[in-house]
T-cell receptor, first 112, second 114 residues
Framework: DAKTTQPPSMDCAEGRAANLPCNHS???????VYWYRQIHSQGPQYIIH???NNETNEMASLIITEDRKSSTLILPHATLRDTAVYYC?????????????FGKGTRLSVIA | DTAVSQTPKYLVTQMGNDKSIKCEQN?????MYWYKQDSKKFLKIMFS???????INETVPNRFSPKSPDKAHLNLHINSLELGDSAVYFC?????????????FGPGTRLTVL
């Protein structure tokens, strides 16, 4: 079972920042937060991951609260192509070959 | 270059038939997976192979039989297809090292059983 809770859907205006929240109140000390997204009719795509520090890459930023019980994925300038289902996943770092456990995710709709 | 490829992309067949889906990855990864996404869009793991050896087999009917002829290929054979097998099947791969940070997914195979 997924260990995370996400809102089922969100809207965002094109060009604005999309902030996608995730609750993971039972996260353990050696578990990381991973984000994936699934654009319609495609396979899931890795976005970013983090342990306790904020992370940024070319796709997004990840903000993790100090108590690590929640996090926010930020798409700084959402485009129509960012419309997708976003999945927040927690998993141990050293479980290299462990499959991902997907929850229901958040369906983000970017509106022109 | 496609990193993880699957064939066919679409598969329509009758109940009771036997069919196979093929997956190939050119990333040099050691681990490959099969996931199933049903009509409600839930994505669940079915199998995991590491270096051609089965390491995870979730509660899947034994009509489903994965086969890994080599590290780059993981095929899924399904016997006696049922209506409930209709779904999108995704293959994925990940590197053995660095905690498996990323799993790379194929484009999916949409199976429709009539």
């Amino acid at each position: 079972d997924a260990k995370t809770t996400q809102p089922p859907s969100m809207d965002c205006a094109e060009g604005r920042a999309a902030n996608l929240p995730c609750n993971h109140s039972t996260i353990s000390g050696n578990e990381y937060v991973y984000w994936y997204r699934q654009i319609h009719s495609q396979g899931p795509q890795y976005i970013i991951h983090g342990l306790k520090n904020n992370e940024t890459n070319e796709m997004a930023s990840l903000i993790i609260t100090e108590d690590r019980k929640s996090s926010t994925l930020i798409l700084p300038h959402a485009t129509l192509r960012d419309t997708a289902v976003y999945y927040c996943i927690v998993r141990e770092w050293n479980s290299g070959n462990t499959p991902l456990v997907f929850g229901k995710g958040t369906r983000l709709s970017v509106i022109a | 270059d496609t990193a993880v490829s699957q064939t066919p992309k679409y598969l329509v067949t009758q109940m009771g038939n036997d069919k196979s889906i093929k997956c190939e990855q050119n990333l040099g990864h050691d681990t490959m997976y099969w996931y199933k996404q049903d009509s409600k869009k839930f994505l669940k793991i079915m199998f995991s192979y590491n270096n051609k050896e089965l390491i995870i087999n979730e509660t899947v009917p034994n009509r489903f039989s994965p086969k890994s002829p080599d590290k780059a290929h993981l095929n899924l054979h399904i016997n006696s297809l049922e209506l409930g097998d209709s779904a999108v099947y995704f293959c994925a791969s990940s590197p053995r090292t660095s905690g498996g940070v990323e799993q790379f997914f194929g484009p999916g195979t949409r199976l429709t059983v009539l």
